[in-house]
């Protein structure tokens, strides 16, 4: 069975700094993965995915995440993070039945 | 270009009543789906419609029932609300472009309460 792991509950970083959100996957055959973003009381929104090609895959919003096979990861960065990007942030793999993680709530400082 | 849209976005309702959440896309999608959400749980497919006339259970289906009108409309049925169905009620809509996933549309949500 599928399955997708976000090992961070909550992270806090400055504005201006890097982020890298963590997530790892559990997938039969070549997967699709996805991050999205729900700010509070929203809907998700999709950032970006990968199917497959360049495991570097850019996003809205200044996002980038890279798939690593050998790792089963496909971890979300982004170079220098704004006041808004507070949010939450989910990882999901799957075709038409897919499958979420927990995911990561944002908080961004002064 | 509203997307997708869920009615109503709010509802409060007693233990043992019925209700049905409302889902509409204008995307010409294919798929629909509907998840819950709860704290530290991410979000759990309840069930979902691949294309008009089909429909298939999630993850969480039991207490939950399903119609997919037509293409545009995919309804969410609670016969009989118990408190362990208080929830956020999200619909999804996709389609597959070349057997590729594209990820999904997303509606604003349902914030259902059964007390």
């Known amino acids: 069975a599928q399955s997708v792991t976000q090992p961070d509950i909550h992270i806090t970083v400055s504005e201006g700094a890097s982020l890298e959100l963590r997530c790892n996957y559990s997938?039969?055959?070549?997967?699709?993965l996805f991050w999205y973003v729900q700010s509070p009381g929203q809907g998700l929104q999709l950032l970006l995915k990968?199917?497959?090609?360049?495991?570097l895959v850019q996003g809205i919003k200044g996002f980038e995440a890279e798939f690593k096979r050998s790792q089963s990861s496909f971890n979300l960065r982004k170079p220098s993070v704004h006041w808004s990007d507070a949010a939450e942030y989910f990882c999901?793999?799957?075709?038409?039945?897919?499958?979420f993680g927990t995911g990561t709530k944002l908080q961004v400082i002064p | 270009n509203a997307g997708v849209t869920q009615t109503p976005k709010f509802q409060v309702l007693k233990t043992g009543q019925s209700m049905t959440l409302q889902c509409a896309q204008d995307m010409n999608h294919n798929s629909m789906y509907w998840y819950r959400q709860d704290p530290g749980m991410g979000l759990r497919l309840i069930y979902y419609?691949?294309?008009?006339?089909?429909?298939d259970k999630g993850e969480v289906p039991n207490g939950y029932n399903v119609s997919r009108l037509n293409k545009r409309e995919f309804s969410l049925r609670l016969e009989s609300a118990a408190p362990s169905q208080t929830s956020v009620y999200f619909c999804a809509s996709s389609e597959p472009l070349a057997g590729r996933s594209e990820g999904y549309t997303f509606g604003s949500g349902t914030r259902l309460t059964v007390v």
């Open positions: 990968y199917f497959s090609g360049d495991t």
């Open positions: 999901a793999v799957g075709y038409q039945k897919v499958t």
């Open positions: 419609s691949a294309s008009e006339g089909t429909t």
């Open positions: 997938y039969g055959a070549t997967p699709y």
